[in-house]
Protein backbone atom coordinates (compact mmCIF):
# COMPACT_ATOMS: atom_id res chain seq x y z
CA UNK A 1 0.00 0.00 0.00
CA UNK A 2 1.35 3.42 -0.53
CA UNK A 3 -0.29 6.27 0.34
CA UNK A 4 -2.64 7.42 -2.13
CA UNK A 5 -4.34 4.07 -1.74
CA UNK A 6 -4.58 4.81 2.11
CA UNK A 7 -6.04 8.37 1.62
CA UNK A 8 -8.33 6.78 -1.32
CA UNK A 9 -9.81 4.96 1.63
CA UNK A 10 -9.99 7.08 4.73
CA UNK A 11 -11.68 9.67 1.94
CA UNK A 12 -14.57 6.96 0.98
CA UNK A 13 -15.72 7.73 4.10
CA UNK A 14 -16.70 11.19 3.22
CA UNK A 15 -14.92 14.62 2.78
CA UNK A 16 -11.64 14.91 4.67
CA UNK A 17 -8.98 17.99 5.40
CA UNK A 18 -5.26 17.34 5.03
CA UNK A 19 -4.85 17.58 8.58
CA UNK A 20 -7.34 15.19 9.58
CA UNK A 21 -6.56 12.74 6.95
CA UNK A 22 -2.77 12.66 8.56
CA UNK A 23 -4.46 11.78 12.06
CA UNK A 24 -6.84 9.03 11.01
CA UNK A 25 -4.10 7.36 8.64
CA UNK A 26 -1.32 7.26 11.38
CA UNK A 27 -4.44 6.20 13.75
CA UNK A 28 -5.74 2.95 11.62
CA UNK A 29 -1.64 2.18 10.27
CA UNK A 30 -1.77 1.36 14.57
CA UNK A 31 1.01 4.17 14.68
CA UNK A 32 3.80 2.39 12.62
CA UNK A 33 3.82 4.77 9.57
CA UNK A 34 4.01 8.75 10.77
CA UNK A 35 3.03 11.24 8.09
CA UNK A 36 4.28 14.45 7.40
CA UNK A 37 1.20 16.96 6.61
CA UNK A 38 2.78 17.63 3.57
CA UNK A 39 3.07 14.38 1.89
CA UNK A 40 -0.67 14.45 2.33
CA UNK A 41 -1.01 17.58 0.72
CA UNK A 42 1.68 16.54 -2.10
CA UNK A 43 -0.72 13.32 -2.15
CA UNK A 44 -3.85 15.05 -2.48
CA UNK A 45 -2.22 17.24 -5.74
CA UNK A 46 -1.00 14.38 -7.26
CA UNK A 47 -4.71 12.49 -6.57
CA UNK A 48 -6.29 15.76 -7.85
CA UNK A 49 -3.94 16.54 -11.31
CA UNK A 50 -5.13 12.14 -11.49
CA UNK A 51 -9.11 13.04 -11.30
CA UNK A 52 -9.52 10.49 -8.29
CA UNK A 53 -10.41 13.47 -6.18
CA UNK A 54 -11.18 16.55 -5.91
CA UNK A 55 -11.48 19.63 -3.84
CA UNK A 56 -15.07 20.76 -2.36
CA UNK A 57 -16.29 23.94 -3.71
CA UNK A 58 -16.84 25.48 -0.92
CA UNK A 59 -13.53 25.65 0.10
CA UNK A 60 -12.03 26.55 -2.97
CA UNK A 61 -13.31 29.96 -3.53
CA UNK A 62 -11.53 31.11 -0.22
CA UNK A 63 -7.85 30.79 -0.02
CA UNK A 64 -7.85 31.39 3.62
CA UNK A 65 -10.48 28.54 4.67
CA UNK A 66 -8.65 24.49 4.87
CA UNK A 67 -9.19 22.78 1.77
CA UNK A 68 -11.71 20.10 2.08
CA UNK A 69 -11.51 17.04 -0.17
CA UNK A 70 -13.84 14.37 -1.47
CA UNK A 71 -13.39 10.95 -4.17
CA UNK A 72 -14.49 11.08 -7.17
CA UNK A 73 -15.98 8.64 -9.22
CA UNK A 74 -13.14 7.64 -10.68
CA UNK A 75 -11.23 7.77 -7.54
CA UNK A 76 -14.16 5.03 -6.18
CA UNK A 77 -13.43 3.33 -8.78
CA UNK A 78 -9.47 3.09 -8.64
CA UNK A 79 -10.14 2.31 -4.69
CA UNK A 80 -12.28 -0.46 -5.42
CA UNK A 81 -9.90 -1.72 -8.04
CA UNK A 82 -7.13 -1.81 -5.37
CA UNK A 83 -9.59 -3.33 -2.72
CA UNK A 84 -10.03 -6.54 -5.00
CA UNK A 85 -6.16 -6.88 -5.97
CA UNK A 86 -4.40 -9.48 -3.74
CA UNK A 87 -1.07 -8.86 -3.01
CA UNK A 88 1.22 -12.09 -4.29
CA UNK A 89 4.88 -12.67 -3.87
CA UNK A 90 5.81 -12.56 -7.60
CA UNK A 91 8.23 -11.65 -7.71
CA UNK A 92 9.86 -13.23 -4.55
CA UNK A 93 10.14 -9.84 -2.36
CA UNK A 94 14.07 -8.85 -1.49
CA UNK A 95 13.36 -10.61 2.05
CA UNK A 96 16.42 -8.97 4.55
CA UNK A 97 16.67 -12.53 6.55
CA UNK A 98 16.31 -14.87 3.32
CA UNK A 99 19.21 -12.92 1.44
CA UNK A 100 21.20 -13.15 4.11
CA UNK A 101 20.64 -16.51 4.23
CA UNK A 102 21.30 -17.06 1.23
CA UNK A 103 24.08 -15.19 0.99
CA UNK A 104 25.41 -16.99 4.77
CA UNK A 105 25.36 -20.39 2.90
CA UNK A 106 27.72 -19.47 0.33
CA UNK A 107 30.32 -19.37 3.17
CA UNK A 108 29.82 -22.77 3.88
CA UNK A 109 27.61 -24.83 6.43
CA UNK A 110 28.98 -24.25 9.77
CA UNK A 111 28.48 -20.57 9.10
CA UNK A 112 24.75 -20.70 7.73
CA UNK A 113 24.35 -23.14 10.59
CA UNK A 114 25.96 -20.35 12.99
CA UNK A 115 23.79 -17.49 11.50
CA UNK A 116 20.78 -19.26 11.85
CA UNK A 117 21.17 -19.49 14.95
CA UNK A 118 21.99 -15.75 16.27
CA UNK A 119 18.61 -15.01 14.54
CA UNK A 120 16.79 -17.81 15.72
CA UNK A 121 18.00 -17.18 19.35
CA UNK A 122 17.12 -13.44 18.82
CA UNK A 123 13.46 -13.76 17.55
CA UNK A 124 12.55 -16.34 20.38
CA UNK A 125 14.06 -13.37 22.69
CA UNK A 126 11.69 -11.17 21.09
CA UNK A 127 8.53 -13.81 21.27
CA UNK A 128 9.53 -14.20 24.89
CA UNK A 129 9.54 -10.66 26.03
CA UNK A 130 6.16 -10.25 24.05
CA UNK A 131 4.49 -13.13 25.95
CA UNK A 132 5.96 -11.76 29.25
CA UNK A 133 4.64 -8.77 29.07
CA UNK A 134 1.43 -10.50 27.91
CA UNK A 135 0.99 -12.62 30.62
CA UNK A 136 1.84 -9.65 33.21
CA UNK A 137 -0.83 -7.77 31.88
CA UNK A 138 -3.39 -10.25 31.97
CA UNK A 139 -2.40 -11.08 35.66
CA UNK A 140 -3.35 -7.06 36.26
CA UNK A 141 -6.34 -7.24 34.67
CA UNK A 142 -5.34 -4.69 31.81
CA UNK A 143 -7.59 -5.27 28.76
CA UNK A 144 -6.31 -2.88 26.05
CA UNK A 145 -8.91 -0.38 24.98
CA UNK A 146 -11.21 -1.48 21.58
CA UNK A 147 -9.78 1.75 20.04
CA UNK A 148 -6.47 0.22 20.37
CA UNK A 149 -7.42 -2.69 17.98
CA UNK A 150 -5.51 -1.17 14.70
CA UNK A 151 -2.03 -1.50 17.03
CA UNK A 152 -3.28 -4.87 18.22
CA UNK A 153 -3.43 -6.33 14.85
CA UNK A 154 -0.39 -4.51 14.05
CA UNK A 155 1.50 -6.60 16.91
CA UNK A 156 -0.10 -9.57 16.16
CA UNK A 157 1.11 -9.53 12.06
CA UNK A 158 4.97 -8.79 13.69
CA UNK A 159 3.89 -11.74 16.34
CA UNK A 160 3.32 -14.31 13.26
CA UNK A 161 6.14 -12.71 11.61
CA UNK A 162 8.58 -13.95 13.87
CA UNK A 163 7.05 -17.43 14.17
CA UNK A 164 7.31 -17.57 10.60
CA UNK A 165 10.70 -16.80 10.27
CA UNK A 166 11.33 -19.13 13.05
CA UNK A 167 9.63 -21.70 11.27
CA UNK A 168 11.64 -20.69 7.77
CA UNK A 169 14.91 -20.89 10.13
CA UNK A 170 13.94 -24.42 11.28
CA UNK A 171 13.55 -25.35 7.44
CA UNK A 172 16.87 -23.97 6.52
CA UNK A 173 18.70 -26.29 9.92
CA UNK A 174 17.01 -29.07 8.63
CA UNK A 175 17.86 -28.76 5.08
CA UNK A 176 21.33 -27.81 5.82
CA UNK A 177 21.91 -31.13 7.74
CA UNK A 178 20.30 -33.27 5.41
CA UNK A 179 22.40 -31.57 2.28
CA UNK A 180 26.02 -32.80 4.02
CA UNK A 181 27.30 -29.16 2.19
CA UNK A 182 30.69 -29.09 3.57
CA UNK A 183 32.03 -25.94 5.47
CA UNK A 184 34.59 -23.80 3.56
CA UNK A 185 37.96 -24.78 3.89
CA UNK A 186 39.88 -22.12 2.31
CA UNK A 187 41.63 -19.32 3.50
CA UNK A 188 38.48 -16.92 2.46
CA UNK A 189 36.82 -19.49 5.24
CA UNK A 190 39.15 -17.57 8.07
CA UNK A 191 38.47 -14.35 6.88
CA UNK A 192 35.23 -13.97 6.94
CA UNK A 193 33.04 -12.56 9.96
CA UNK A 194 30.99 -15.08 12.32
CA UNK A 195 27.53 -13.31 12.87
CA UNK A 196 27.92 -10.73 15.54
CA UNK A 197 24.83 -9.26 14.87
CA UNK A 198 21.67 -8.55 15.28
CA UNK A 199 22.55 -10.75 18.68
CA UNK A 200 26.31 -10.04 19.33
CA UNK A 201 26.02 -12.61 21.92
CA UNK A 202 28.60 -14.28 24.02
CA UNK A 203 29.35 -18.26 23.58
CA UNK A 204 26.56 -20.98 24.44
CA UNK A 205 29.99 -22.29 26.77
CA UNK A 206 29.76 -19.23 28.78
CA UNK A 207 26.42 -18.50 29.00
CA UNK A 208 25.47 -21.58 30.42
CA UNK A 209 28.38 -20.98 32.68
CA UNK A 210 26.99 -17.76 33.27
CA UNK A 211 23.11 -19.10 34.01
CA UNK A 212 24.04 -21.88 35.77
CA UNK A 213 23.01 -21.75 39.65
CA UNK A 214 25.87 -23.59 41.87
CA UNK B 1 14.55 -20.01 45.39
CA UNK B 2 17.40 -22.57 46.58
CA UNK B 3 20.94 -22.21 45.39
CA UNK B 4 20.89 -25.69 44.81
CA UNK B 5 19.32 -26.72 40.95
CA UNK B 6 15.97 -28.75 40.89
CA UNK B 7 17.94 -30.19 38.15
CA UNK B 8 21.69 -30.64 36.80
CA UNK B 9 23.32 -32.03 33.96
CA UNK B 10 26.84 -32.05 34.11
CA UNK B 11 29.35 -33.16 31.04
CA UNK B 12 26.16 -35.57 30.13
CA UNK B 13 26.68 -38.44 27.31
CA UNK B 14 24.62 -40.74 26.13
CA UNK B 15 25.42 -43.30 23.13
CA UNK B 16 23.27 -46.04 21.92
CA UNK B 17 25.29 -49.15 20.18
CA UNK B 18 28.25 -49.56 20.28
CA UNK B 19 31.76 -49.76 17.78
CA UNK B 20 30.74 -48.70 14.50
CA UNK B 21 27.68 -48.62 15.34
CA UNK B 22 27.56 -46.23 18.02
CA UNK B 23 25.33 -43.31 17.82
CA UNK B 24 25.39 -40.17 19.94
CA UNK B 25 21.81 -38.35 21.29
CA UNK B 26 23.98 -36.37 23.59
CA UNK B 27 27.58 -34.87 23.43
CA UNK B 28 28.33 -33.96 26.97
CA UNK B 29 25.25 -31.33 27.65
CA UNK B 30 25.67 -29.28 30.72
CA UNK B 31 22.14 -27.42 32.23
CA UNK B 32 20.86 -26.22 35.70
CA UNK B 33 17.50 -25.58 36.09
CA UNK B 34 16.52 -23.68 39.06
CA UNK B 35 13.65 -24.83 41.20
CA UNK B 36 10.02 -22.80 39.50
CA UNK B 37 12.26 -22.12 36.49
CA UNK B 38 10.89 -23.35 32.89
CA UNK B 39 12.75 -23.84 30.28
CA UNK B 40 12.07 -24.77 26.27
CA UNK B 41 14.23 -27.12 24.85
CA UNK B 42 14.08 -26.70 20.91
CA UNK B 43 16.09 -28.45 18.15
CA UNK B 44 15.37 -30.57 14.62
CA UNK B 45 14.27 -34.17 15.23
CA UNK B 46 16.72 -36.47 16.41
CA UNK B 47 18.91 -34.04 18.05
CA UNK B 48 18.30 -35.64 21.76
CA UNK B 49 15.72 -33.66 23.13
CA UNK B 50 13.77 -36.48 24.06
CA UNK B 51 16.89 -38.10 25.06
CA UNK B 52 17.23 -35.08 27.52
CA UNK B 53 14.06 -35.53 29.30
CA UNK B 54 14.28 -39.41 29.59
CA UNK B 55 17.57 -39.15 31.50
CA UNK B 56 16.24 -36.34 33.63
CA UNK B 57 13.21 -38.52 34.56
CA UNK B 58 15.77 -41.56 35.38
CA UNK B 59 13.68 -43.43 32.18
CA UNK B 60 17.43 -43.85 31.08
CA UNK B 61 20.94 -44.18 32.47
CA UNK B 62 23.35 -41.29 30.96
CA UNK B 63 26.90 -43.33 28.87
CA UNK B 64 29.14 -40.61 30.89
CA UNK B 65 28.69 -37.70 33.36
CA UNK B 66 26.03 -37.48 35.91
CA UNK B 67 22.12 -36.34 35.89
CA UNK B 68 21.37 -34.36 39.26
CA UNK B 69 17.52 -34.57 41.00
CA UNK B 70 17.65 -31.64 43.96
CA UNK B 71 21.26 -32.51 43.80
CA UNK B 72 20.86 -36.02 44.51
CA UNK B 73 23.13 -37.92 41.81
CA UNK B 74 20.32 -40.26 39.65
CA UNK B 75 23.03 -42.65 39.36
CA UNK B 76 23.72 -43.23 43.06
CA UNK B 77 19.93 -44.44 43.39
CA UNK B 78 18.79 -48.42 42.98
CA UNK B 79 16.09 -49.32 40.87
CA UNK B 80 13.50 -48.84 43.71
CA UNK B 81 14.69 -45.38 44.58
CA UNK B 82 14.70 -44.49 40.77
CA UNK B 83 11.14 -45.78 40.61
CA UNK B 84 10.04 -43.38 43.81
CA UNK B 85 11.78 -40.33 42.34
CA UNK B 86 9.11 -40.73 39.26
CA UNK B 87 6.40 -41.20 41.75
CA UNK B 88 7.51 -38.23 43.92
CA UNK B 89 9.60 -35.54 42.54
CA UNK B 90 10.00 -35.85 39.31
CA UNK B 91 6.41 -35.84 36.84
CA UNK B 92 6.29 -36.81 33.07
CA UNK B 93 3.99 -35.80 30.50
CA UNK B 94 4.10 -37.36 26.81
CA UNK B 95 2.56 -36.13 23.44
CA UNK B 96 0.26 -39.20 23.52
CA UNK B 97 -1.88 -39.08 27.01
CA UNK B 98 -1.68 -42.64 28.36
CA UNK B 99 -4.13 -42.66 31.05
CA UNK B 100 -5.65 -45.72 32.43
CA UNK B 101 -9.19 -45.86 30.13
CA UNK B 102 -10.46 -48.18 32.80
CA UNK B 103 -10.31 -45.77 35.64
CA UNK B 104 -11.78 -42.74 36.16
CA UNK B 105 -10.46 -38.97 35.92
CA UNK B 106 -9.69 -38.67 39.15
CA UNK B 107 -8.95 -42.67 39.72
CA UNK B 108 -5.75 -41.81 37.14
CA UNK B 109 -4.46 -39.16 39.27
CA UNK B 110 -4.53 -40.61 41.66
CA UNK B 111 -2.70 -43.56 40.75
CA UNK B 112 1.08 -42.87 41.38
CA UNK B 113 0.07 -41.65 44.95
CA UNK B 114 -1.72 -45.05 45.79
CA UNK B 115 1.51 -47.06 43.65
CA UNK B 116 3.32 -44.91 46.49
CA UNK B 117 1.22 -46.25 48.82
CA UNK B 118 -0.94 -43.72 49.99
CA UNK B 119 -4.50 -44.42 51.19
CA UNK B 120 -7.13 -44.54 48.84
CA UNK B 121 -9.27 -41.78 51.18
CA UNK B 122 -5.99 -39.52 51.12
CA UNK B 123 -5.03 -39.78 47.67
CA UNK B 124 -8.34 -39.35 46.57
CA UNK B 125 -8.18 -35.73 48.30
CA UNK B 126 -4.59 -35.01 46.84
CA UNK B 127 -5.74 -36.02 43.78
CA UNK B 128 -9.03 -33.45 44.15
CA UNK B 129 -6.90 -30.57 44.56
CA UNK B 130 -4.80 -31.44 41.31
CA UNK B 131 -7.54 -31.67 39.31
CA UNK B 132 -8.98 -28.40 40.84
CA UNK B 133 -5.52 -27.26 39.86
CA UNK B 134 -6.20 -28.10 35.96
CA UNK B 135 -9.54 -26.59 36.42
CA UNK B 136 -11.75 -30.33 35.81
CA UNK B 137 -12.75 -30.83 39.71
CA UNK B 138 -16.34 -30.76 38.18
CA UNK B 139 -15.44 -33.90 36.37
CA UNK B 140 -14.03 -36.28 38.73
CA UNK B 141 -15.36 -39.62 37.95
CA UNK B 142 -15.58 -39.28 33.91
CA UNK B 143 -13.24 -41.56 32.50
CA UNK B 144 -10.87 -40.17 29.92
CA UNK B 145 -12.68 -40.88 26.82
CA UNK B 146 -15.53 -38.89 28.10
CA UNK B 147 -12.96 -35.49 27.52
CA UNK B 148 -11.09 -34.08 24.78
CA UNK B 149 -7.73 -33.92 23.83
CA UNK B 150 -7.09 -31.05 25.68
CA UNK B 151 -9.26 -32.08 28.35
CA UNK B 152 -7.37 -35.65 28.81
CA UNK B 153 -3.98 -33.60 28.76
CA UNK B 154 -5.39 -31.90 31.59
CA UNK B 155 -5.60 -34.60 33.63
CA UNK B 156 -2.34 -36.18 32.73
CA UNK B 157 -0.84 -32.86 34.01
CA UNK B 158 -2.71 -33.45 36.35
CA UNK B 159 -1.15 -36.90 37.34
CA UNK B 160 1.78 -35.52 36.74
CA UNK B 161 1.99 -32.94 39.16
CA UNK B 162 0.13 -34.29 41.82
CA UNK B 163 1.88 -34.52 45.30
CA UNK B 164 3.88 -31.70 45.04
CA UNK B 165 6.62 -33.26 42.53
CA UNK B 166 9.29 -30.98 41.86
CA UNK B 167 9.91 -31.19 38.41
CA UNK B 168 7.44 -31.32 35.60
CA UNK B 169 9.18 -33.23 32.43
CA UNK B 170 6.65 -32.31 28.98
CA UNK B 171 7.59 -34.28 25.81
CA UNK B 172 5.63 -31.92 23.27
CA UNK B 173 2.74 -31.70 25.23
CA UNK B 174 0.61 -30.17 22.45
CA UNK B 175 1.21 -32.36 19.99
CA UNK B 176 -2.05 -34.11 19.28
CA UNK B 177 -3.76 -30.74 20.33
CA UNK B 178 -5.38 -28.14 18.52
CA UNK B 179 -4.24 -24.76 18.54
CA UNK B 180 -7.05 -23.43 21.20
CA UNK B 181 -6.07 -26.63 23.65
CA UNK B 182 -2.63 -26.07 23.30
CA UNK B 183 -2.29 -22.72 24.25
CA UNK B 184 -4.68 -23.86 27.19
CA UNK B 185 -2.20 -26.36 28.45
CA UNK B 186 0.80 -24.44 27.92
CA UNK B 187 -1.05 -21.66 29.58
CA UNK B 188 -1.59 -23.91 32.66
CA UNK B 189 2.07 -25.56 32.25
CA UNK B 190 3.65 -22.34 32.44
CA UNK B 191 1.58 -21.58 35.95
CA UNK B 192 2.98 -23.87 37.96
CA UNK B 193 6.03 -22.29 38.98
CA UNK B 194 4.60 -19.32 40.13
CA UNK B 195 2.00 -21.88 41.79
CA UNK B 196 3.68 -24.56 42.94
CA UNK B 197 7.31 -24.10 42.65
CA UNK B 198 7.20 -26.48 40.30
CA UNK B 199 10.19 -26.44 37.48
CA UNK B 200 8.79 -27.14 33.50
CA UNK B 201 11.32 -28.87 31.42
CA UNK B 202 9.30 -28.37 27.95
CA UNK B 203 10.23 -30.34 24.65
CA UNK B 204 8.58 -28.55 22.33
CA UNK B 205 9.38 -27.65 18.41
CA UNK B 206 6.61 -24.62 18.23
CA UNK B 207 7.96 -21.22 19.27
CA UNK B 208 4.83 -19.65 20.19
CA UNK B 209 4.83 -22.41 23.30
CA UNK B 210 8.55 -22.10 24.05
CA UNK B 211 8.11 -18.25 24.50
CA UNK B 212 6.69 -19.03 27.46
CA UNK B 213 9.49 -20.32 28.88
CA UNK B 214 12.30 -18.27 31.20
CA UNK B 215 15.01 -19.90 29.30
CA UNK B 216 15.08 -21.72 26.09
CA UNK B 217 18.14 -24.07 24.87
CA UNK B 218 18.53 -25.37 21.81
CA UNK B 219 20.27 -28.91 20.50
CA UNK B 220 21.51 -29.78 17.63
CA UNK B 221 23.16 -32.87 17.20
CA UNK B 222 23.39 -33.84 21.17
CA UNK B 223 24.80 -30.20 22.07
CA UNK B 224 22.93 -27.02 23.52
CA UNK B 225 24.52 -24.74 20.89
CA UNK B 226 22.60 -21.87 22.31
CA UNK B 227 19.87 -20.75 24.66
CA UNK B 228 17.60 -17.40 25.11
CA UNK B 229 16.21 -15.60 27.62
CA UNK B 230 13.66 -12.97 27.37
CA UNK B 231 16.09 -10.45 29.32
CA UNK B 232 18.84 -11.16 26.31
CA UNK B 233 16.91 -10.02 23.46
CA UNK B 234 19.53 -8.22 21.67
CA UNK B 235 19.83 -4.21 21.32
CA UNK B 236 19.39 -4.22 17.52
CA UNK B 237 15.87 -5.68 17.73
CA UNK B 238 14.63 -3.12 20.44
CA UNK B 239 12.99 -1.25 18.49
CA UNK B 240 11.12 -3.88 17.32
CA UNK B 241 10.00 -4.95 20.42
CA UNK B 242 9.39 -1.21 21.19
CA UNK B 243 6.59 -1.78 18.15
CA UNK B 244 5.02 -4.74 19.91
CA UNK B 245 4.29 -3.02 23.02
Known amino acids: MAVREGLLSLLSDGPRYGYQLKTQFEAATGGIWPLNVGQVYTTLDRLNRDGLVGELAAAAETETAQKSYELTAAGREALGAWWSTVPVDEPPPRDELMLKMLMAIDHGRDHALAVVTSHRTALLGLLQARRREARQQTAAGVTPPHDLLAAQLVHDALVVRAEADLRWLDLCESRLLASGQPDRTDGAASERSEPAGPTARPTPARRLTRKARR | ?245
Open chain 2, 1 to 245: MTDTPILQFVDVVKSFGAGVAEVYALRGVNLAVDPGEVIAVMGPSGCGKSTLLHLAGALETPSAGRVLVAGDDLAGLTLHQQAALRRRDVGYVFQRLNLVPSLTAVENVMLPLELDGVASRAARGVAIEAMHTVGLEQQLDRYPDDFSGGQQQRIAIARAIVGERRVLLADEPTGSLDTANADQVVELLATLPERFGTAVVLVTHEPRFASYADRIIFLRDGSIIDESSASDVPPSIEPLVGMLR
